[in-house]
């Protein structure tokens, strides 16, 4: 018999919103990357490419409001974000 041990994530809505952060991330990461095509970044990308990394910052609070993030990983992936964020206001 096999067991298994019930985790936040391994809920259902944990899965879910696990799956909708990672599409998510992997979103922004593509508009990220769109910027390094051109030399100066043109701002209507430099704005999508905010607003998708917002979307996942929005989405790591709301998991860690749920309980369905455990506080420390939460608190790192937002500080990423933030980070992210904070370097595209610098181009």
Do not use: W, Y
Not at 5 to 25: W, Y
Not at 39 to 54: C, F, L, N, Q
């Amino acid at each position: 018999m096999r067991m298994t041990f019930m985790t936040p994530t391994a809920k259902p809505a944990g899965r879910r919103s696990s799956k909708r952060i990672a599409h998510s991330a992997a979103t922004a990461r593509t508009k990220v990357l769109q910027l390094a095509k051109k030399a100066p970044p043109p701002a209507r990308r430099v704005t999508k490419a905010r607003k998708a990394i917002g979307t996942v910052a929005a989405l790591i609070a709301r998991a860690k409001t749920k309980g369905q993030m455990a506080a420390g990983p939460a608190d790192a992936l937002a500080a990423l974000a933030t980070a992210a964020s904070r370097e595209l206001d610098a181009l």
